[in-house]
């Protein structure tokens, strides 16, 4: 994506110093542009459980990278193999319903698995870091020429300059992959195609990823949005103002639930009500084929509740945080939430659009059969 005039990634080798990688520090986002050098395995877990970056993809290819400064650590270790286990086992720790992150850093304990040489190793696990983030770009924008079709459909019904509206809940742009995103990807391609748009962009409390992210985002590229508390959705369907809803994944099973950042479900409900087209915009990396029952398997998580009681915010001179509930009342802070399949009218895939059930994915992706 173009970020102040240049071309910009999530992730990647600081260009001097190949055993430090850079990604941009999201917290600081939309108030201030930050990269920051990470150089350990602990800092990168860090980085992902304090949400330095966040979003699934991101934190599965910041993973990637996380794996291969192990692989660096491991080499002046007496005890390399355990480091490594070590290492990778503290970055699955840190965040657990992206299956992003696990995914990532098992490919990688496989591929470095049967190579004995510490050199080959550190090699070996900068080539796996690499493909993994070039193949979540190439996703990304496989899904967004997908995306497009459906968006072009849409747009093809309405009046001349009439925007498309559609409405998506946190952010599933390109902060939250290597690039382009993928509930973005469809946007921006269709915005580089000319198609009016008009997006409406879910203010997703308590973090804010929506009114902070996707917005700045969406802002950059010059694409027409308006961001919406996460209440209005319901409101703005019946009336008619949504034509489509795409929301990205943390984790979808094998059967088509979705994981996604707290509120998608209720967003999926009003749209079924409403008769409003409901899209999931995912990578393979994101599919868990080993779970079916996403509300009964997927592991949600549950961050600290300052999250809920505190907000954080431009003062006009620096960014500042303030208390916005009672002093002693309890918040619960539940990350994400499932939706399921039966809600979905489609999963956007590198490879397809695919119905939300395990025969619609398993037509797209048959070297998952079992049977
Ligand atoms: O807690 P976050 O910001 O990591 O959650 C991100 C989301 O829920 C996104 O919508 C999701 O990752 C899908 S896009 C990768």
Known sequence: ??????????VWLHPSQPSIIQVIDQRHLPFAWVIEDLSTVDQ??????????????CIGAVAGYGMYLAAIEASHDATP???LDRSAQKLVATRPTAVNLAWAVHRQLRALADQPDPAQKISTALT??????DEDVACCRAIGQHGLALIRDIAARKAPGEPVRILT???????????????T????????????????????????QGARLTAWELGQHGVPHAIIPDNSGGHLMQHGLVDMVIVGSDRTTRCGDVANKIGTYLKALAARDNGVPFYVALPSS???WTMRDGVQEIPVEERDATEITHVEGWDGHRVTTVR???????????????TPARLVTGLITERGISPASEEGLLQLYPEHRTE
């Open 44 to 57: 990168v877990a860090t980085a992902i459980k304090d949400m330095h970056i966040r979003g699934a993809g």
């Open 185 to 208: 990807a469809p946007i921006y391609t269709a915005f580089e195609q000319g198609i009016p748009l008009h997006i409406w962009v879910d203010e997703t409390r308590p973090r804010s």
């Open 1 to 10: 994506m173009i970020v102040h005039g240049k071309p910009s990634r999530t």
């Open 169 to 183: 809940h946190c952010n599933a742009g390109w902060l939250a992959f290597v690039d382009y995103g993928s509930a």
């Open 324 to 338: 916005v509930v009672p002093e002693n009342s309890p918040a619960i802070n539940h990350g994400f939430d499932v």
């Open 286 to 288: 994101t599919l868990d």
């Open 128 to 133: 796996i870091a690499t493909e993994i983030a």
């Open 81 to 83: 193999d355990a480091h």
